[in-house]
Structure formats: structure tokens, C-alpha cells
């Protein structure tokens, strides 16, 4: 399961406006590569959605069947927000619900979802 925590405000790279729901995990243990302590963390990401922001606002609190995974991508430059650091990464994280027997359509923009 997965929870919707917030929700953004963001534009597509044609300019439209559009609002993304925040979606969060529950609590995972994982030890450091570093220390060989556990620590707890949550994996988040975020999804687009056609709603206004009053259906966003409701949607809060709201739990999901699905989990958040680890999906390859070609790579990109992450600035951390903590120490400004700026590292190469090639994955992000991508809701994935639990039901594989759903036909979901598959879009390449915002725009064709906006459409």
C-alpha cells in the first residue's frame, strides 16, 4: 500500500499546468553500506494526475494498492538538497500497483493524459 501525502503544482514542457500527486511507502529498514546500522526510511515519488486542486486536496490520506520500486533510466545530474551536492543517478522511483491483470493505457507525456 501507498499513501498520497501531498500534491505539486508543476508545468509540462509545453507549458500546461498540471497537478502531481506525492505518493509515499511505508517504513523500510536498511542498513548502511557505510556503518552496518539499520536506519528507517520511505520511498516516495510522484504521479501525474488531471485533477484540480480540490480533488487533490481531498485525495491526501488516501491509500493505494501498489508499491513504489526502483526503475532504471538513462542517467541524470540529482542536486542534494541537504548539502547541495550534485550526483549522477540512473533510477528513479515509480509507483507500480499490485494488480497486474488491470489494463492500464500507457502514455508517453502529460499531454496525451491531459488530452
Request: glycine share 6%; aromatic share 8%; with cysteine.
Amino acid at each position: 500500500m501507498v499513501t498520497i501525502i501531498n500534491f505539486e503544482k508543476r508545468q509540462s514542457k509545453s507549458g500546461k499546468e498540471f497537478h502531481a500527486l506525492i505518493i509515499q511507502g511505508g517504513i523500510e529498514m536498511v542498513r548502511s553500506a557505510e556503518t552496518g546500522q539499520f536506519y528507517a526510511t520511505v520511498k516516495r515519488c510522484s504521479i501525474a494526475s488531471t485533477l484540480d486542486e480540490d480533488s487533490c486536496k481531498a485525495m491526501i490520506g488516501e491509500k493505494l494498492d501498489g508499491k513504489i520500486e526502483k526503475v532504471t533510466c538513462d542517467p541524470y545530474e540529482y542536486v542534494v538538497q541537504e548539502t547541495g551536492e550534485v550526483i549522477e543517478l540512473s533510477h528513479r522511483w515509480s509507483y507500480v500497483p499490485n494488480s497486474q491483470s488491470v489494463s492500464m493505457p500507457s502514455f508517453s507525456s502529460i499531454e496525451e493524459v491531459m488530452a
